[in-house]
């Protein structure tokens, strides 16, 4: 591409811009105010003809740069797909036209609102570059799996079928994990009605005939360095061997292990030793293969069980899980079936407060249940305690309205699982001393083993949501992890039962060759899927201050040497948070930076204070916030004439110099809406939203020393379906702005 930078505007009449709006008069301020070197307007820019009269430009005319007037940058994103060239997008259908009533009275109003988006549209394109690509990227096609369990050799079952070659790291001596050890599995073929085989056997010679997969048993991981398409891991063995080996992604299946039931002594654990967990009972039935089963205390036949379900889960009680652990239902209708199976006169029941089945045949498998004749009991049990003959089951009859003492031969905690995932890096660490602490030395406290072992600066783990379970955006991007290319799956990511474990193992594994091959051509992979751009860094302006090492919600930063940053940028979501941190402003992208938004706000024309037209900026998150705005106005929501949107990566990538110069660029109300943040936080870049509102807390120090009143600015969590409440917050500030005044900072 030539350095010469030559812009091409283009301006759409099509959608109805052209009956609204004076497209001459867009054109000649993209011409004239926005330097544009090249301006053309067109009946439908997104149609056949008017993509080639684009790309008609860049081919022959030069053009390396261009801005579209027409519609948002959320559609026509295919049409407008210009290889080679930097583009900008003015929205003047549903930033404009579709937000403002269509009257004569409005005309003025809807006319600068427009012109105003082009002016910013061409502001941005001047200092936005066309992105390069990654120096760092890589090519390793290998994946490494941390876990030989069902998910793991699902996983990797999977990924070998794909063509990719597999690494799995078992700690123990043999693949299968805890379905090795069960007798049988809950069925996943229609009709949902009988036991089936527990599927490792099968799944260990599939893995064995494979030359695409190694195994590593009696291993564990290391040490984990790199990125995405070039991971290193050091690989050892009890023996003391380690070797290291390169990959390009890699999924954590490292599942979940038994609570431990003797923190239960209220229901008879470790008091009687028949009174067992849900594993304790698989090991019976192995032991029985098929016979009867036979209570650990005598070795009579057991001719009456009782399952408790929801022992220690579902429970706000200290040492209590507080989550149902999504398998022990249907665990407990198998392990009843055991019995059933070989013996119908057998009594069978099932104590629960809520019964659930989840999956696709879990209904059915109820109701087979029910026909061998498993009796389903709606009860709260208080106490399970050691009798003369076997222990007896105390618990509140909940449709019977009645206190109910049953002797069992046998009784079986449901118990739940416990996430193995390795150490808690968020959770605070106290200081050895009272000397002066070195904040950079401070690592997590381990209380359990690592699992991956990072060298990563954050930790040596991926992040916890809650209850120890992997940190994931559960409704976007399940399987994501805060370690980009690394992925989790089964039960070490969320409560589940095998075969929504078995599933879980298989998106992993595709989202793990995802990650892979954007790794190869340094593209992003989510949720700004296929940008090429990356951050950049001034070393010369840095202050070493930190705060981009530490505020990046995905350990992309780290810090070299000479304790600058230093950035992996195959790590990088592509955020901005690091920029949105800087206080020096040394950080940017070749395609989003302080300046392309900087820029925006200086363009938009601000009327002195006599016009009485106020100006409002909204800094939209471009996930949720500046979706709902789209929609608001597709389903014909008005909002504030005085209002101008520019969407930002994320709340978190706001730096607050925009906040002060909009201010003293004479805006007279500033909104920020980005994603839920906290423990159920909707956040795409999970941190985000919720660093950009502890920055714009300070806020009120610059209003103080502006002499400015605080209502002028405000930060809001805005859903992608709030399209109904995103246009009323830009009226509600319009109406606060008509309350406080006019900015005096108007000139």
């Known amino acids: ?43 439908f820019l997104c149609n056949a003809e008017g993509v080639a009269m684009i790309q008609n430009d860049i081919d022959n005319e030069g053009v390396n740069k261009v801005m579209i007037a027409a519609c948002s940058r959320r559609s026509k994103s295919e049409a407008f797909n210009f290889e080679n060239v930097a583009i900008s997008r003015a929205n003047l259908r549903e930033g404009v036209i579709w937000v403002r009533p269509d009257t004569d009275e409005a005309r003025e109003t809807t006319e ?52 990719y070659p597999v690494t799995i790291v078992e700690k123990s001596g043999q693949l299968g994990g805890g379905a090795a050890f069960e007798y049988k599995r809950v069925p996943e073929h229609m009709p949902y009605a009988d036991l089936e085989d527990n599927g490792v056997a099968e799944m260990v010679a599939k893995i064995e005939a494979d030359n695409k997969i190694t195994v590593h048993l009696n291993s564990t991981i290391t040490k984990t360095s790199g990125a995405p398409g070039r991971f290193s891991a050091d690989i050892s063995t ?45 090991k019976l039935a192995m032991e029985a293969n098929g016979g009867p089963i036979k209570r650990p205390s005598d070795g009579k036949e057991v001719e009456n069980v009782v399952f408790v379900q929801c022992a220690g889960q579902r429970s706000t009680a200290e040492g209590h899980l507080p989550y149902c652990s999504g398998h022990c ?22 104590i629960y407060t809520d019964l659930r089945t989840p999956g696709a045949g879990g209904e ?177 302006g840095c202050t070493q201050c930190k705060r981009c090492t530490v505020e990046c919600p995905f350990g992309a930063i780290d810090e070299d040497e000479e304790r600058y940053p230093q950035f992996n940028e ?13 206080p020096v402003r040394v950080i940017s992208f070749e395609n989003y930076s302080v300046e392309t938004v900087g820029q925006q706000l200086k363009a938009v024309d601000i009327p002195d204070e006599f016009d009485e037209k106020p100006r409002i900026l909204v800094l939209a998150c471009e996930n949720d916030a500046y979706p709902a705005l789209d929609m608001a106005a ?70 103080q020393s502006l002499s400015l009143e605080e209502e002028r600015v405000a930060t809001y969590e805005v859903a992608i379906t709030d399209i109904e409440r995103a246009p009323q917050l830009i009226n509600d500030m319009a109406e606060t702005v008509e309350k406080v005044g006019m900015s005096p900072f108007k000139f």
């Open 1 to 43: 591409m030539s350095d010469e930078i030559k812009v091409g505007a283009y301006i759409c009449k099509g959608c109805g811009l052209g009956e609204r709006l004076d497209c001459g008069q867009l054109a000649t301020i993209a011409e004239r105010e926005g330097k544009a070197n090249l301006v053309r307007e067109h009946e």
């Open 112 to 163: 600068e609102m427009a012109a105003d988006y082009v002016r910013m549209g061409c502001a941005e394109i001047k200092y936005m570059n066309l992105p390069q690509s990654n120096e760092e990227a890589a090519s390793n096609n290998s994946l490494l799996v941390a876990g030989g369990g069902v998910v793991g050799m699902t996983a990797a079952i999977e990924a070998a079928a794909a063509g």
């Open 238 to 282: 009890e023996s003391g061997s380690t070797t290291t080996e390169n990959f390009g992604a890699i999924i954590m299946a490292s599942g979940a292990r038994n609570y431990d039931a003797s923190q239960l002594p209220e229901l008879g654990y470790g008091k009687t030793p028949d009174v067992v967990d849900q594993a304790g009972l698989e």
């Open 329 to 350: 239902c249907l665990t407990s209708i198998k392990q009843a079936m055991y019995f059933k199976d070989q013996n119908p006169q057998i009594d069978t029941n099932i």
């Open 364 to 540: 059915d498998f109820y109701r087979s249940g029910q026909k061998k004749g498993i009796t389903f009991t709606k009860g709260k049990v208080s106490e399970v305690t050691a009798g003369a003959n076997g222990p007896e089951v105390r618990f509140d009859d909940l449709i019977l309205a009645q206190e109910v003492n049953e002797k069992a031969d046998l009784v079986v905690l449901a118990t739940g699982q416990v996430p193995n995932s390795g150490v808690d890096i968020d959770l605070p660490v106290a200081a050895a001393s009272d000397e002066e602490v070195d904040l950079d030395n401070l690592v997590p406290e381990v209380t359990v083993d690592s699992i991956l072992n990072l060298t990563y600066r954050q930790g040596p783990d991926l992040p916890h949501l809650k209850y120890g379970f992997n940190d994931s955006h559960f409704i976007c991007f399940p399987y994501e992890t805060r370690r980009t290319g690394i992925y989790s799956a089964g039960p070490v990511r969320r409560p589940m039962d095998m075969a929504q474990a078995k599933e879980d193992a298989t998106g992993a594994a595709l989202k793990a060759i995802q990650a892979l091959e954007n790794a190869k051509l340094g593209r992003a992979a989510h949720p700004r899927s296929g940008d090429l751009s990356f951050p950049s860094f001034r070393k010369e």
């Open 570 to 582: 195959a790590r990088c979501r592509r955020c901005g948070t690091c920029m949105g941190a800087c």
């Open 634 to 703: 597709q389903n014909g929501n008005n909002y504030s004439q005085f209002a101008r949107v520019v969407p930002v990566r994320c709340l978190g990538s706001v730096n607050t110099i925009w906040i002060t110069d909009a201010l003293n660029s004479g805006y007279d109300g500033i909104i920020l809406m980005g994603c839920q943040k906290g423990e159920n936080y909707q956040c795409h870049f999970v941190k985000g939203s919720e660093i950009a509102h502890v920055r714009m807390s300070k806020i009120d120090d610059t209003l």
